[in-house]
């Protein structure tokens, strides 16, 4: 069974930092797309960073300049690290990997993590 492993997440003040890590074990990591997603409190789950299994990476329009998507294969890890937060940015943090084969998409989920933005 597939596993991953959101981590990183806490409380910081407005204007701070927090890198975010999902790690991945039982998979091929390297072939896998990841995207990291988070949910506010009463609102749709949000794609905020993707980065496919050739690195190229996208993200929403207001984290652009501010996060960071990255991936180390060796290490089965993706980082998001996310500067200059906002109280908006407040929302439990997805990491989702997914692949594509003969037309089906094989997904899986990490438990989220939580990140606060408060001064």
């Known amino acids: 069974q597939v596993l991953l492993v959101e981590s990183g997440g806490g409380l910081v003040q407005p204007g701070g930092s927090l890198t975010l890590s999902c790690t991945a074990s039982r998979m091929a990591f390297s072939i896998y797309n990841i995207n990291w997603y988070r949910q506010a409190p009463g609102l749709q789950r949000e794609l905020v960073a993707s980065?496919?299994?050739?690195?190229?990476?996208n993200y929403t329009e207001s984290v652009k300049g501010r996060f960071l998507i990255s991936r180390d294969n060796a290490k089965n890890t993706v980082s998001l690290q996310m500067n200059r937060l906002r109280p908006e940015d407040t929302a439990v943090y997805y990491c989702n990997a997914y692949f594509e084969s003969s037309g089906v998409r094989h997904d899986c989920w990490g438990q989220g993590t939580q990140v606060n933005v408060s001064a």
């Open positions: 980065i496919t299994s050739a690195e190229t990476t």
